[in-house]
């Protein structure tokens, strides 16, 4: 069953591979719907923020995106942590606090990997699903979970438990108990060769650590989805993220990256032998568009950058650094062109 199941996997992920079209059919992951409501703090579970020795508790530290980590800069301040997907907190407890909340399967797919040790990762416990919409592979990931009821390579449908609500993972307590969900695009199916060079600690959890994926914006994806139930995901993205900054990178030939994801490719028949290819990425790393280019580089370089008059690491993950309209990447962003390219 385990080797099916891999060989399963493998073709999945293939560059090539044809998917099923089909709409998505978004659920929410457990009961609480109030993402939905005028009172979304009702639907996000609060972070402790110390800033300048005040404390507080905002539930805006639980939503996607730049959301933790304050800093003052000479634009105000700005959040520079970025927040992969979203923490939903419970909507039931017993009577000692512990949450009761069922974890349900966003869409219909097909578990692909249930990490049931929640020492080996800041996720804690997590579950990945595998969803086949006909853009390329996305996962949907559950994490800080109690326990897993769901194994790998079983199919699931839309709503249906695979997980308990827990706090697992670095951080977490009972009172902060919630799970954070993400939707996620995969970089490389080469990760393990990319984490050997940059690591030496073990990688236990295959292509599926979270380092090798990149969370989109799951909650406006929700709202658009209840707005239009046959929005695609290359709709959304191209109507809900702007491009705010563009790398070009030494690299000929075709990228298994774009074959998987085809519908980021732009202007494709304007270079017949591509040399370079230059990525347009949101701020959170996101990938939105990839063009062919026929210039020789010895090294990436950052051809373009939304102008800000604070530093671009702030703003970008610590990918890129500089101000106003220049920027370069840093070794962070370095790496993380390795990995989308498989430059290693």
């Not at 994926?213 to 191209?238: C, M, T, V, W, Y």
């Amino acid at each position: 069953m385990r080797t099916i199941f891999l060989v399963t996997l493998a073709l999945l992920l293939s560059p090539g591979t044809v998917l099923h079209a089909g709409p998505l059919g978004l659920v929410l992951p457990t009961e609480n719907d109030a993402i939905f409501s005028a009172d979304p703090s009702q639907f996000y579970m609060y972070t402790d923020r110390n800033f300048e020795g005040v404390q507080s508790k905002p539930w805006e530290g639980g939503t996607y995106g730049f959301s933790r980590n304050q800093r003052r800069t000479s634009i105000g301040i700005v959040y520079t942590r970025f927040h992969e997907g979203v923490d939903i907190r419970p909507v039931r407890r017993d009577s000692s606090g512990n949450p009761l909340d069922e974890i349900r399967a966003i869409a219909n797919g097909t578990v692909v990997y249930v990490n049931s040790t929640s020492s080996l990762s800041n996720y804690g416990k997590y579950v990945v699903v595998h969803h086949d919409w006909g853009e390329g592979p996305f996962f949907s990931l559950y994490a800080h979970l109690s326990s897993a009821t769901a194994v790998a390579g079983q199919q699931v449908r839309a709503g249906e438990k695979i997980a308990q609500m827990g706090y697992t993972g670095a951080g977490l307590n009972r009172e902060r108990a919630h799970v954070h969900v993400e939707l996620c695009m995969i970089l490389s199916d080469h990760f393990q060769r990319w984490y050997s060079r940059h690591f030496t600690s073990e990688n236990h959890h295959g292509i599926f650590s979270g380092i090798n994926l990149i969370g989109l914006d799951i909650a406006e994806l929700f709202k658009a989805h209840r707005a239009n139930p046959n929005i695609s995901i290359p709709q959304f993205l191209a109507s809900n993220t702007e491009v705010h900054y563009r790398v070009l990178v030494p690299k000929s030939g075709q990228l298994d990256f774009l074959r998987r994801y085809p519908w980021l490719g732009r202007d494709l028949n304007t270079v017949r032998n591509p040399k370079s290819w230059e990525f347009g990425f949101a701020a959170t790393g996101v990938p939105l568009e990839v063009r062919p280019g026929s210039k020789s580089l010895s090294h990436p370089v950052v051809t373009y950058v939304k102008p800000s008059g604070t530093d671009h690491s702030y703003l970008t993950s610590g990918r890129i650094t500089g101000t106003g309209n220049t920027a370069q990447l840093t070794p962070s962003g370095s790496r993380y062109m390795q990995l989308i390219t498989d430059s290693f």
